[in-house]
């Protein structure tokens, strides 16, 4: 009978209805899906035109898989563990008499329920702080969801280990916030509290966790994370300071400030250093010996080298010893912008060998490389050795950062040789006329004769195949000059004159490149050692060309 009477009085009380928040509804066809937050319906089927009612098949994914397949009639619906809803609208199928072509569809929607979602932040007044200094939280929680949180629960937690504490809270409401002191009621005031900071031999980052727990509705478990960063000075602070805007050209200072936040006396050694983007003079090492609660500066000079916006410079350096270890701290990296144009020349030429005669463009490209306009002035002169063809060669124009001028102009030579083609000199004025150069690099331009190139192969060639003919007593060939002329002179008129014109032709130029190539492949040799073996060649030559016709 009791039992009885507990079962009357469960059913007598009412069941908690479930929220529905985010829904997403949409008419699909066979094959398509909608999908909302984790949750992706999709339409497997539809029952034969002829079965009554209709019917729809539908497959409900919670991320990659399948949790339901369900076969509804319209205004059906079901759902799964009270979290996801599907519910049927509408079915409508084809009507074959009007478009045989006609699919049918399903109108669908699908709601989640609602939960609530706590968003956390945690915050200190600063990033950095110096040993035994109060470091300052601000917890802050909100209820951002659309159902109530319950059995609130934040955990603190700190890596490496500073901070182990707990705050709880029986319940938000959707869209309140955790108030800390109910009592002031014109403000709503976050959690405050406060630590010291220790005393670590070298700097330290600490990451401080706050993980809150509690439950929705339905008693159903959820959690949400926050967070924050800062760090603690070792017993050295190092600052690093520099112009945050700097002028490309000029001069500026760096100032590196070394403090001794500890107890003891530091003996120090720092090193500093410059991007490639700067120079120095200074050597940038140093040694001190500070005493606790004291500071050293040291201030030295750089100076730009190129114009750019955000160019970091490297953090100094310092290595400390306590008790026999060695420590080591660094400063921030100062960020500079350099301000100024800078102008990037490049000269060219269209052929760097060419024949007489022949034209030569040549093209000089300038380039605002820099972050300001700039003006800038050049005149181009042409070369002695050079004749002017046609084109500009000077150029006044302001160019604005990353534009580009191009100047053309053609030149050509009517002597041989190899010629030398001067810088450039290109002059510009940045934003406060301060007058700049730049210029481009030389280029060698060569001009040859056709004929003069030839002569030069034939010689050579008679160099590479003449052989080192020698006599039996040692001497050399003779030059056949004379003796071949003479032969010529000598030899019968019928035989110069033969029937055969190309033949005749042929003869003669053997025997004047015999001549020439033996003229110029004796220099530089011993003339005894020449004369017996070029006179020899030259008589038998002469023999052949008088008794040829009778071979």
């Known amino acids: 009978m009791i039992r009885y009477i507990l079962c009357l009085l469960l059913l007598t009380i009412p069941a908690a209805a479930v929220e529905w928040g985010d829904t997403a509804k949409a008419d699909l066809h066979w094959g398509e899906k909608l999908r909302l937050e984790d949750y992706t319906l999709e339409v497997a089927d539809f029952t034969p035109e002829k079965k009554t009612p209709p019917q729809v098949m539908l497959n409900l994914f919670e991320d990659k898989d399948r949790i339901a397949t369900r076969a509804l009639e319209a205004g059906e619906e079901f759902t799964i563990d009270d979290k996801v809803r599907v519910q049927v609208m509408e079915i409508e199928r084809g009507d074959w008499l009007e478009d045989e072509n006609r699919e049918p569809s399903v109108a669908v929607r699908i709601q989640t329920r609602t939960i609530p979602e706590l968003y956390i932040y945690l915050i200190t007044d600063k990033d950095t702080y110096e040993p035994d200094q109060d470091v300052k939280f601000q917890l802050g929680v909100e209820n951002r969801g659309l159902a109530k949180a319950e059995d609130i629960k934040i955990e603190l937690s700190s890596d490496p280990t500073l901070i182990d504490s707990e705050y709880t809270k029986s319940s938000l409401a959707p869209g309140e916030i955790w108030d800390d002191k109910p009592a002031t009621k014109e ?188 003006r800038i002035t050049l005149n181009e002169e042409i070369p002695s050795w050079a004749e002017f063809l046609e084109g500009k060669t000077t150029i006044s124009q302001v160019l604005l950062p990353e534009e580009v001028a191009i100047l053309e102009y053609s030149i050509t030579s009517w002597k041989s040789g190899k010629f030398e083609v001067p810088p450039t000199n290109i002059y510009y004025l940045d934003s406060e006329g301060t007058l700049c150069t730049t210029d481009t690099s030389r280029l060698k331009i060569t001009f040859k004769d056709a004929t003069e190139e030839e002569k030069e192969t034939a010689l050579e060639k008679a160099e590479d195949n003449s052989g080192a003919a020698m006599n039996s007593d040692g001497s050399g060939v003779t030059k056949p000059e004379d003796k071949c002329a003479d032969e010529v002179e000598k030899k019968p008129k019928d035989i110069v004159g033969s029937e055969d014109p190309e033949f005749k032709d042929k003869i003669e130029v053997a025997i004047k490149d015999m001549i020439k190539n033996g003229t110029e492949s004796a220099k530089g040799i011993s003339e005894a050692r020449n004369m017996f073996v070029w006179g020899l060649l030259a008589v038998i030559l002469t023999i052949y060309l008088i008794f040829s016709r009778y071979l």
């Open 187 to 374: 403000e709503i005031d976050p959690i405050e509290f406060k630590l010291k900071a220790p005393s670590p031999p070298e700097p330290i980052d600490f990451k401080v966790t706050a993980h809150a727990c509690y439950l929705d509705s339905e008693g159903d478990p959820l959690e949400s994370w926050g967070g924050t960063l800062f760090s603690v000075f070792g017993p050295l602070k190092i600052d690093k300071y520099a112009e945050e805007n700097q002028k490309l050209g000029e001069k500026s200072y760096v100032h590196v400030t070394l403090r001794n936040c500890g107890k003891t006396i530091l003996k120090i050694e720092l090193k500093d250093s410059t991007c490639r983007n700067f120079e120095t003079d200074s050597s940038l090492k140093w040694n001190f010996e500070i005493l606790p609660g004291k500071a050293e500066t040291v201030s030295y000079q750089i100076e730009p080298k190129d114009p750019g916006d955000g160019q970091i410079l490297p953090s100094a350096e310092a290595t400390y010893q306590i008790d026999r270890k060695t420590y080591k701290a660094t400063s921030s990296s100062p960020v500079i912008d350099v301000l100024g144009p800078q102008v990037e020349a490049k000269k060219s030429a269209s052929s760097k060998v060419v024949e007489l005669g022949e034209t030569v463009v040549m093209t000089l490209e300038l380039k605002n490389t820099g972050n300001q306009r700039t």
